[in-house]
């Protein structure tokens, strides 16, 4: 058996385009629905209009930090400030319209200007007056939300400075007083002298970072492009997104449908579904479409030692006909060789009528042998299991025919469930005919299984096409 995975490996362009050629309607039918239900969308959302308006982000100092290092404007992180719900109910506030914060997002797209510092806001809205109010709403809710959060971190650095205020109080004004009662000119007047002036000069940088935080400018930018003007939404991006969208859809469909279709179809299939590979591809005459055999593969790997004589079976699942013109197709395909082929049951009506023979009497030995009329070397062995096959009996007319024939094609009538599977040990290899218009990939497998455990030796397939 081969891996499907190996199959799939190999696959190449052509490949693809053979299934969604294969798999054309699928395609059609898919591509077809999504650029309708596309095309009712556009028309069902009506006219829309977009506004832009575009804000220049400056940095806003970072309170309680240190002030020699200057600060920086991330547009990565700003885009997402502006385009959080934080944002959108600052902008749902100043509008006092009754919209969710989600649903005023829902229009917007903001985009970060490469090589500059400012923030693109655009909005999409069913009317112009709409799409401007809203486009410059969220450029002035940006600032609104950077202030807000700014002012919230002037306000706890401001708390927590004030505490160190009072807390560097405290300890001067316990300085103040130890150093009144120790002696003057004594060690400990000195380093509480020392002291002292450290929290003097801690208090005075505390104070001026505290005068300092009334000067931190919170606006963080401005707007430099208002949203003054609006302009409709065109259709024809839209339409194109639509239509990629519905090849891809299209062939993912055609491609899901083949790959769980389980029909045999052409020898690929046979390898994607694990199956004996194809030693031919033939027409329902046992012919390729340039009325040769193409057996060549086949009769290589049936190649045998001088002297011998060969046996293979010949099963299929559909009708008769096909495993017979196949059987038919092998034979003629010699060239040379002393060759007979061995018809099973009612499988000698459609080898007859292929060889242009009539219908013989059956000898006292239970089966008759006929030379073809229109093909030398070629014997055809009719009578065999009219009332039933036997084993045995196939066995004795094998053993006999081996005598005087290089090459036994046995050909037996479709192989089901109840199939004479006791028969596959009899020959040197087993083919197993295909046929591409009915036979499905379940089972198949189930037939090849099956006389592998009987004990055959499956080689490889015909498929009829």
């Known amino acids: 058996m081969i891996n499907q995975d190996q199959v799939a490996e190999n696959d190449t362009i052509g490949d693809y385009f053979a299934v969604i050629l294969r798999r054309w309607v699928t395609f059609v039918i898919v591509v077809g629905l999504v650029c309708v239900l596309g095309a009712v969308w556009i028309i069902g959302s009506g006219a829309s209009r977009t506004a832009s308006a575009s804000v220049l ?94 002012v919230e971190k002037i306000t706890d650095c401001r708390e927590r400075l004030d505490k160190d205020v009072t807390s560097l109080g405290s300890q001067l004004a316990t300085n103040i007083s130890s150093t009144e009662l120790s002696p003057v000119g004594s060690a ?9 002036t450290g929290i003097e000069q801690q208090m005075r940088i505390t104070q001026e970072r505290l005068v300092a935080l009334r000067s931190v400018n919170t606006l963080g930018g401005r707007i430099v492009k208002s949203a003054l003007t609006s302009k409709p939404v065109s259709k024809t991006r839209q339409l194109i997104l639509i239509v990629a969208l519905s090849l891809v859809l299209g062939a993912v469909a055609a491609f899901l449908r083949d790959r769980f279709d389980t029909r045999i179809r052409s020898t690929r299939d046979l390898l994607r579904a694990g199956l004996p590979s194809a030693f031919a591809e033939v027409d329902s005459t046992g012919y390729s479409a340039n009325s040769r055999g193409g057996y060549g593969r086949l009769r290589a790997a049936l190649r045998t030692e001088a002297g011998t004589s060969s046996a293979i079976l010949i099963v299929g699942s559909d009708t008769a006909d096909c495993t017979a013109a196949v059987t038919a197709g092998i034979a003629v395909s010699y060239r040379g060789t002393r060759r007979a082929i061995v018809c099973v049951g009612t499988t000698s009506i459609e080898i007859e009528k292929l060889l242009g023979m009539g219908s013989g009497e059956v000898g006292e030995g239970g089966w008759i042998v006929r030379p073809a009329p229109t093909h030398d070397w070629l014997s055809v062995v009719t009578g065999i299991g009219l009332n039933g096959t036997s084993a045995d009996e196939l066995r004795w007319c094998l053993d006999t025919l081996r005598q005087e024939f290089d090459l036994l094609i046995t050909v037996i009538e479709p192989l089901g469930d109840d199939g004479p599977l006791d028969l596959a040990p009899l020959f040197d290899a087993v083919v197993v005919v295909v046929a591409a218009s009915t036979a499905r990939s379940p089972e198949i497998a189930s037939i090849v299984r099956n006389l592998q455990e009987a004990g055959g030796s499956v080689i490889g397939s015909v498929l009829v096409v």
């Open 188 to 196: 400990q007047r000195a380093q509480l002298t020392a002291e002292r």
């Open 57 to 150: 982000v400056e940095p806003i100092a970072e309170p309680c930090t240190d002030a020699s290092k200057p600060p920086e404007v991330n547009l990565a992180n700003e885009r997402e400030i502006a385009d959080s719900l934080t944002t959108a109910e600052v902008v749902r506030a100043k509008l006092g319209t009754s919209a969710s914060s989600s649903s005023l997002l829902s229009g917007l797209v903001i985009e970060a200007l490469p090589d500059t510092e400012i923030l693109r806001f655009t909005y999409t809205a069913p009317s112009g007056r709409l799409a401007k109010e809203r486009a410059q709403g969220f450029a002035a809710g940006y600032f609104g939300a950077r202030r807000s959060a700014a």
